[in-house]
């Protein structure tokens, strides 16, 4: 009898784990870990193109000091923020690295509307590899943040959903912080990256 009642015993313990949001609670921590271990390897990715393509440009460029150094200035913000899964856990260092990403977001546009004014270094086979892994990899943040949203929503909604919230609670799990937008749809569509639109020119100043 004794096998029979222990088996009894396991199956009651397990029943009121799923029951009480134990098993979520694991479940969803974890795809949180993963999926934003492949944000942050897909940033990196992103990090890693930067030095070959400021390089390029200034080949061609090199008196786009402001963009270039605007670029530069980016990339040592990011690499200045500990990306870590931790960093998941701590909503103020998650926003310093959302802030620093789209800093480098926005400094890599201006870099590439740029180059348009350049048509020796538009066909440069360096580049043009560049600039196709670049938005290969834009398009590849998109998605993977899209999972991390994804993710962290069903986990938060377990930590604060009745009868789950007092599991989360007394084992200390707490809310994560998640990317933001002014605009929802923007997360669903891919940061375009324009390799055919000319950077407008300042108009000269009127003179008197």
């Known amino acids: 009898m004794r096998p029979l009642r222990l088996i009894a015993a396991l199956l ?3 029943s009121s784990l799923s029951g009480c949001g134990y098993n979520a609670l694991q479940r969803q921590d974890e795809q949180v870990k993963a999926s934003w271990a492949e944000v942050l390897n897909q940033y990196q990715r992103r990090a890693d193109l930067v030095p070959n393509l400021v390089a390029t440009v200034k080949g061609y460029a090199s008196h ?3 963009v270039l150094t605007a670029v530069t200035e980016a990339r ?3 690499g200045s923020v500990s990306a870590t899964p931790e960093l998941v856990n701590d909503p103020q260092a998650f926003a ?3 802030a620093a ?3 480098m977001t926005s400094a890599l546009s201006r870099l590439i509307a740029v180059s348009e004014n350049y048509p020796q270094l538009k066909a440069d086979a360096s580049f043009r590899d560049l ?3 670049l938005e290969g990899t834009e398009n590849r943040i998109t998605v993977a943040r899209m999972r991390y949203i994804e993710a962290v929503q069903a986990y938060n909604n377990t930590v604060r959903q009745f009868p789950s919230n007092l ?3 007394a084992l200390g799990y707490k809310t994560k912080p998640s990317f933001t937008v002014d605009n929802e749809s923007v997360i669903a569509t891919p940061p375009k990256v324009d390799f ?3 950077a407008p020119r300042p108009k000269p100043a009127a003179s008197n």
């Open 76 to 78: 040592a913000s990011v």
């Open 101 to 103: 990403q789209q800093q």
């Open 64 to 66: 786009e000091k402001e």
């Open 12 to 14: 009651l313990l397990a």
């Open 96 to 98: 310093k690295f959302q």
């Open 196 to 198: 055919g639109t000319v």
């Open 131 to 133: 600039q196709a892994q």
């Open 167 to 169: 599991t989360a609670t």
